[in-house]
Structure formats: structure tokens, C-alpha cells
């Protein structure tokens, strides 16, 4: 492996939103990249490989093939699928590979991940996403922890990353991005609950005056527009994302009730995308009303039809 991270083969574990924007802003900086999602063996395909092509990122056929050929690889896939990942990676890794674990995931799980690559003779990092990728790119914030955390920071910032060292204990980053993950995926689910519930009686105006009033910092209607139309998008990744929350604060003893009606909320917004109450995916109607008043309305719509 070069010591010089421009010259490595970048091998990308996820071919989603997240994966997709890496790859860009990789090759933007002429690095070989290479792609590995389930997505491509399936009738989704389609976009995914013409993403590829025209940004130069070469397509696997399965983990293996792409581990095998990786000097560093990232693992971006739903919470659900960390530690699945990990095992089919390291049955093809080589010595010495770095694996950055990009995944929501609780700090049990990163830590059987860990063991899983480290078994195998990789190098296993895990890495914390601490705010929302879109906005940031390459340069989201990124915690990193475990024993070569230290080692593989000033190498992912020397290709652009905006990454920094939590603990060099496994666990740590990812406990600090689930516990803010209590708060932030909560309140998604929070402010479409409560305006949903609102626009049903008619008192919404009432409801985010007094929001206004009592939380003057944040503008209500622009920041209710963000949540409604991230977990419409997104909602499936983010119910994954809260069961592994939930899973953090059952590892710490707690019962999590908040997290586990958080991700029941996200869940169920999800199952109403895929049925097309927001619009068909892909297309400009989905999702993207600065309004939402609008998606809470297809969603009483969609209630209604159902009483």
C-alpha cells in the first residue's frame, strides 16, 4: 500500500446518497474508486451504474471483489447492515487494509465489527458522521476512534476529509453520535408528529407562533420544511439508524421509549414514501415542497383513506 493516500484504491461499501457524494469528491482529486451496493444486482441498478460511469468509479461484483483489491475501504451501508458488511469484507481483506466503518451503528456492534476485520488482519477504524453529509460533502465532521484512529486521521484530511480523533478506545465515537442522535432523530419525528397533528385541527399558526415565542433562535417553518422532507427521503435509513440508538441505550441499561417511538415514527413516514403518498422517487413532486403543510396534508389523506 502507498503511503501516500492519493495513490490508494479507494473501495466504497454503499453506493447510496452518502457513497455517491464520496466517490465525487474523490475522484474530483483523480483517486481510483471503486463501488460495491446490493443495488446493482437489482432492478435499481440503472442510476447507480450511470453515476459510475460518468464520474469514472469502476463497479463490483461482490465485498470480496472489492476488499480484495482495497487499500482502504468505507463502509457506507444502513445501520442494520455494519456488522454483515464487516464479515463479508473480511473474508477478502488484506493485511494491513484500513476499514472505516462510516455507519450509524451502536458501539457493540462497531466493536464486533472490529473484531471481525482486525481478526482477519485489517485495520479497523470507526467513524462518526455527526451532522447531515449533504451540506458538507467530504468535509462532514467525522469522529474517529480505535487504536489507529490516530494514524488514519491526518491521512483521510490529506484527501479531503474533515476528520478528528475521539479516543482511541473503540465505542466512543460512535456513543457520541448516538446519543446526539437521540436528539436529533427525535425531534424529526417530534416536529412532524406535532405539526401533522396540528394542520389536522387547524391550529398550526397557533402552535408555531408559540414555538417561535418560546424557541426564537430557529425558524419553525423552515426548519419543519427540512425534517418533513429528510425523513420522507430518508426515513427508512433513519428508522435503522434509531433501532441502533435504541440498541446504544439498552447497551448503557436504560429502556429506550424515546427512541424506540422515534424510530416507529420514522418507520412508518417511510412505509407511506414507499407507497407513493409523496410522490413517485426520482422525481421533482417527491419530497421537495418548501411547504409542509403539504406532505402533512398527504399524510391525513392518506389516514383518511384508511378510517
Known amino acids: ?23 465525487e469528491d474523490l475522484r474530483k482529486q483523480d483517486i481510483e474508486v471503486a463501488a460495491y451496493d446490493i443495488k446493482l444486482d437489482g432492478d435499481r441498478a440503472a442510476p447507480l451504474r450511470e453515476h459510475a460511469a ?11 471483489e472489492l476488499t480484495a483489491k482495497a487499500d482502504f475501504v468505507v463502509s457506507a451501508v444502513t445501520a442494520s447492515q455494519a456488522v454483515p458488511v464487516a464479515q463479508a469484507c473480511a473474508a477478502a481483506i488484506n493485511q494491513g487494509t484500513w476499514f472505516l466503518d462510516f455507519n450509524s451503528a451502536s458501539p457493540g ?6 473484531a471481525l476485520i482486525d481478526g482477519a488482519g485489517g485495520r479497523y477504524v470507526e ?13 462532514v465532521p467525522l469522529l474517529l476512534g480505535g487504536k489507529g484512529a490516530a494514524e488514519l486521521a491526518p491521512l483521510l484530511n490529506a484527501i479531503g476529509f474533515a476528520a478528528k480523533v475521539a479516543s482511541d ?10 446519543c446526539r442522535s437521540i436528539m436529533i432523530k427525535g425531534l424529526e419525528a417530534m416536529v412532524i408528529e406535532s405539526f401533522t397533528t396540528a394542520r389536522a385541527y387547524g391550529v398550526e399558526d397557533a402552535v408555531l407562533a408559540s414555538l417561535k415565542e418560546t424557541f426564537p433562535g430557529i ?4 426548519q419543519g420544511a427540512y425534517f418533513f422532507q429528510r425523513v420522507i427521503e430518508h426515513g427508512r435509513r433513519r428508522a435503522e439508524e434509531v433501532r441502533e440508538v435504541a440498541e446504544t441505550v439498552r447497551e448503557a441499561g436504560l429502556t429506550p421509549w424515546s427512541a424506540q417511538g422515534t424510530a416507529e415514527r420514522q418507520a412508518w413516514v417511510a412505509d407511506l414514501a ?8 426520482g422525481t421533482e413532486g417527491f419530497a421537495r415542497s418548501a411547504d409542509w403543510r403539504i406532505e402533512a396534508d398527504r399524510m391525513l389523506a392518506r389516514i383518511e383513506r384508511e378510517t
Do not use: N
Request: glycine residues 14%.
Open 127 to 139: 467513524g462518526a458522521v455527526m451532522t447531515s453529509v449533504p451540506p458538507y460533502r467530504i468535509k
Open 109 to 114: 456492534a462497531k466493536q464486533r465489527a472490529a
Open 54 to 64: 460518468r464520474f469514472g468509479v469502476a463497479l463490483a461484483a461482490s465485498h470480496a
Open 169 to 178: 478506545t473503540l465505542g466512543v465515537s460512535s456513543a457520541v453520535k448516538m
Open 219 to 222: 425558524d419553525w417553518e423552515k
Open 1 to 23: 500500500m502507498s503511503g501516500d493516500p492519493r495513490r490508494w484504491r479507494i473501495g466504497l461499501v454503499g453506493y447510496g446518497e452518502v457513497g455517491r457524494i464520496l466517490a
Open 274 to 281: 414507499d407507497e407513493g403518498v409523496f410522490g413517485k422517487k
